[in-house]
Nanobody
Framework: VQLVESGGGLVQPGGSLRLSCAAS????????IGWFRQAPGKEREGVSC????????YYATSVKGRFTISRDDVKNTVYLQMNNLKPEDTAVYYC?????????????WGQGTQVTVSS
């Protein structure tokens, strides 16, 4: 199992980024895939989860209405579109397999990509 995140960077408050999670080594389309983040000095938290076949999506309250998760089962990739970014969104963002409605993961993790929101 391999998960590779990309798309992070430095953005000003109010800006946008799109993160990508490219997966390989497993049957991608049968797994729910999620995004998680960890800010300095804080515990890792769930951000969003998308079920297989895009049937259902889940979001943390803090990002609902600003972030959108999607998946492309042909490209074996999950995306996280992040709009209206705030300084409190600064964190390392990870994707992981086998997430659930409570934004937990029971599977494998990527190495993470840094998102910094600052003026």
């Amino acid at each position: 199992v391999q998960l590779v995140e990309s798309g992070g960077g430095l953005v000003q408050p109010g800006g946008s980024l799109r993160l990508s999670c490219a997966a390989s080594g497993f049957t991608f389309e049968i797994y729910a895939i999620g995004w998680f983040r960890q800010a300095p000095g804080k515990e890792r938290e769930g951000v969003s989860c998308i079920s297989r076949s895009e049937e259902t999506t889940y979001y943390a309250t803090s990002v609902k209405g600003r972030f959108t998760i999607s998946r492309d089962d042909v490209k074996n990739t999950v995306y996280l579109q992040m709009n209206n970014l705030k300084p409190e969104d600064t964190a390392v963002y990870y994707c992981a397999t086998d997430c659930d409605a409570l934004l937990r993961s029971f599977g494998s993790w990527g190495q993470g990509t840094q998102v910094t929101v600052s003026s």
